[in-house]
Structures are given as structure tokens and as C-alpha cells.
């Protein structure tokens, strides 16, 4: 392991204390010491010459633009020193190794190793399925079966018209016949009908059976290439199914009690998801285990142009992942004093909620910010439950829509079942008006306008969402600037759908406001509260049938 790997700081780090116990890397602060750890390494990002790749900050380097997550360790080596270790995720340049930075967990970039010589033969297996899906031969016998398949219908389709056509006209003849012609007759051109009925579809049955005969000679021909190029696909997965869990073997993660698991132990019945173990987190504990270094604290930051899907901020540090992650650090965060999960403290502790309005139908509570709307995992203490007490005779589900924990502002409660289906019809048929007040890190140049960007769960890091045109939902917020000062501004938002995170994603998603809330925590920075309130709903009462406005100013 090159020693480059551990860094000293550049500055005095005198005046700032150790922490007592290690980062929480699911939620948290940076530590002042990762801070200017971080800084040291954003200075070497943009003054180094070893390498070059396209954050799409610079302009003068081109080609195609991936930011990267960073991470720094602070640590303290086997000479008592402090210093840093820092890591990137995934590849950086296109390579896995790169001075002053951690290797990998496992290097599958070696050349001749396991994996490149799995991934040529994986290779070679795809060059022959191309081959064989380009090949004169199968092209011809596939477009013969399938203009075969077309001659067929066409075929049977006008015999099914003749026959159609034949019996309309048989019809007609029984009709003129039954009237000129005596019963003996008649009888007669019956049985002649009849029999020519049965010819056609005689016909038509032996019509299909020559057809089909025809396709199955053209399907074995075609069969001949299918079969080859099937028994290579096959082949193709149980190589890859193999090489996969051979790779799973090969990550293996060390903790400070000396365990080791690799991916399959970890992730266990489950498949790890693509890229598990090459974030910045799991690299830098590896490195510093390996070497008998102590960890002290950790933190990550963005570099680069944000992606189209997810939000990342170039500079801004964000968490580690729940997918990929999580399971990994559990383990390697294993015999460590680690900062308690802030997510499982109870935020609503000596908040209260504030009733508003009131009759014998319902409530219109103001919510506090980092307050739940209805229990979560762990926690029970929310509006609802609150409700519960509140309302120990209410029938029905008492809270008729949501906000996020985060949000504060106007809540509708209903006190029994019709009141409650009353409300929610409302929300269904988007006749009921909210509007919420938000104040954003920056300056936006318009007045005004509609933001529309589909949304879904980031599935390898819940509860963030992502932008997505494929799968995601449609999300729609229109927003009127109200007023612009010191580099904030301050916004009504008027969603027009409701899905989670919809006014943060909007807001903070490059191809949204590109100006995040302040103090969101998942989509922003971090301050003492997220900068967002439901400060007005107006609703059809569900007894007086008149309508109702509320309001209520935030307290930011």
C-alpha cells in the first residue's frame, strides 16, 4: 500500500477537537477537521496535472462530463499523526489508481486478471451473437418466414371473405328460389347449396394445412441460426451469473475488529446492486484498517456538473447511500463508537401543534417543521397520533393529506369518515387551493412560470427522488417569484400534483429553479430549518358547503 495515501494537513489543525465518536455517514454535519480536509482536496482537484476528466467545470477539457463523489477519512496513523486519506467513487480518468488516493477494494481493472479474462470471453461470446443476428443467411430466413406469415394471413383472409361473400349470396338465392320454384325443387338447390357450402370450407381447411406446412419449413430453416444464437445467449448469462459471484467473493471488507465479508455475505439473499463497494466510504475504511490507522471522522462532497436524474450540488457534501452502502458500512462500522442516528430521535419532543380552526367536522392544525404528518418506522409521535389524543371520538382516518416532515404549515383534519372522504374527494379532483412560501438559495432571473419534471424513488437511496422521464410520475408545480434579496428569493409555489419531495426536487433539480430551499437537508445545505411552508389552503366545507380560506405566515 503506497504511503502517499495519508496526507497531513497543510493548515494548523490545533484549534479544532477530535470528536468523541466516529461520523454517523447516513446523516450529519461535517466535522470542522473534514471540512478542511475536503477544502485541501478541492484545491488539488483544481491544480493537478496527473490526470485529466471532464467534471464539465472546465472548459478547456472535453469529452463526456461525470462528476464524481469525493470522500475524506480523517485519521490518525501508527505515529499518533493526523492527517487525511481521500477516495473517489468508481473510476476516476477511466482508471482505478491515481497518487494520494485509496485503491479500490478490489481492483478488477488488473490486467489479465479473473474478471478481464471473464469480460473478454463475455465479449467474445457477444461479437459471435452480433454475427450471427448480421448474418446474410438469417436475415434471409427471417424475412422469408415472416413474408411467408403475411402471404398466409392475406391468403386465408381472402378465402374467409369468399366464403362469407358465398353463403350472403346463397342466402339471397334460397330467398328468390323459395318463391318460383316447387318443393321438389327447391329441395333440390337446398342439397346443391349445402354441398357447395362444404366445398369451401373444405377449401379453407386445406388451404391452412398447406400454409402451415409452408411455415414450418420456413421456422426450421430459421431455427438452424435461432437455436445457435439461444444456446450462445445461454451460455452468454451463466458466464456472467458466474464471473458475478466470483467478483461478489473478490470484495471483501475489513472492520476495526479484524472480520472480514465480502459482497455475497453481506447483502446475502439479496443481490448487491451494480457498484457496490466502490464508493468513496467503503474504500477509505478498508485502506485505513489494512494500515492500522484510526478512523476519526468522515464526509463526501460532490465535484462536478450535476447529473440529469439525481441532485447533486458541485461542493456540496451529501451523505453515503442507503442502497449500495448501507449494508456494507453496517459491517464495517462493526466494534466502533459511531454518532447516534439522528433519524431515530424523536424531532416533535416539547413541539406543539397549533389548532387553527375548529368546528364539530374538522381541524385545521399549522404543523411544525420536523414533525411528522404520520408515524414512521420508529417513531409514533406525529399529527396523527397527536390527532388520536386530540380527538378520542373521531371516526375515520383523521389526517386527510400529508406533509413532509421537514415542511411546516396548514394540515386539514377530518373528524369522522364522511368528513374525511368529503376532504380527500377535494384532493383527488384538485379542487382544493394550497399555497406554500419557500425561500431559495439564490436569485432567480424570472417572475414567474411552470416547473414539470416527472419524479420517482431513488431506488438505491431512499427516500431521495429522482428525475425520470421513463418511469417516474408526472409532477407539476407552478411558482411566482415574490421577492429577491442577498441572493435568496422568495417563492409561492402552487403544486398542482402532489407527489413527495415534488417542491424541493423542483426547486433544487438543474432543470427546475436550480435554486435549492434553504436548509434542505437532502437536496440543499443543511441549516437550522428547511425554508418551506403550506401557508394557505382553501377547501369547500363539508357541512356548510361553503368555501373556506385559511392562512398562516411561516415563522422564517
Sequence with gaps: MPASCFTSFQKPTDAYPLPEKFT???YYDPHPLCILAAEQLQHHLETQTDWVHNFGINPNHKGLVIGKMFGVLVVQNEQGEIGYLSAFSGKLADENHHPGFVPPVFDMLTKDSFFQ???KVLNELNAQIANLEKAQEFLMAKAFLEEETNLKIKELENQKQKIKAGKKARKLQRLEASEKLSPEDFKTLEKSLALESQKTKLELKYLTLSWNERLEAAQKKLAV??????FLQKERKNKSNALQQKLFDHYQFLNQLGHRKNLNDIFQEVAPPAGSGECAAPKLLQYAFLNKMKPIAMAEFYWGQAPNTEIRKHGHYYPACNGKCKPILAHMLEGMEVDE???????AIGKQIEVIYEDDHLAVVNKPAEFLSVPGKTIQDSVAFRMKKKYPKATGPLIVHRLDMSTSGLMLIAKSMEVHKFLQHQFIKRTIKKRYIAVLNGNLSE???IIDLPLRVDLDDRPRQ???YEHGKQAQTKWKVIKV?????RVHFFPITGRTHQLRVHASHSKGLNCPIIGDDLYGQKVDRLHLHAEFIEFLHP???ERMSIQVDPDF
Design 485 to 489: 434579496s442577498e441572493n435568496k428569493t
Design 341 to 347: 442516528n439522528p433519524l431515530l430521535l424523536n424531532p
Design 447 to 449: 417572475q414567474e412560470g
Design 543 to 545: 357541512e356548510t358547503r
Design 24 to 26: 454517523f455517514p447516513f
Design 117 to 119: 479474462q471473464g469480460a
Design 466 to 468: 429522482l428525475v425520470c
Design 225 to 230: 441460426y435461432q437455436d445457435e444464437i439461444i
